[in-house]
């Protein structure tokens, strides 16, 4: 068992007992991650693993789409494209707060 931390949705935490799919944990657990096609396409599950990057699996092709080395460096991934298989606290950027 593991757990993951929905820093931006009041530290929710949910505990999971094996390796999935970040935003698929988030959609069955009202995690709150914003997404759209959940196809690595719309950019919209953008969110930043702040605690447990080493839990998560390696960066695909098609986030490099939308992140920059540095923010990969940082802990950006696109929740879609990422499975997780230990702790992680996640956070991300409310949509309300989002440019346009
Ligand atoms: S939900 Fe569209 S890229 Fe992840």
């Known amino acids: 068992m593991f757990q993951i931390t929905f820093i931006t949705n009041?530290?929710?935490q949910i505990s999971i007992d094996e390796k999935t799919n970040l935003l698929r944990a988030s959609m069955r657990?009202?995690?709150?991650?914003?997404?759209?096609?959940?196809?690595?396409?719309?950019?919209?599950?953008?969110?930043r693993i702040e605690e447990g990057l080493d839990n998560a699996d390696d960066v695909k092709k098609k986030e490099r789409n939308h992140l920059t080395e540095e923010e990969i460096a940082q802990?950006?991934?696109?929740?879609?494209?990422?499975?997780?298989?230990?702790?992680?606290?996640?956070?991300?950027?409310?949509?309300?707060?989002r440019k346009k």
């Open 10 to 12: 009041d530290n929710k």
């Open 29 to 47: 657990n009202e995690g709150g991650i914003p997404f759209k096609c959940g196809g690595g396409i719309c950019g919209t599950c953008r969110c």
């Open 75 to 97: 802990g950006y991934r696109m929740a879609c494209q990422t499975f997780v298989q230990g702790d992680v606290s996640v956070s991300w950027v409310p949509l309300s707060e």
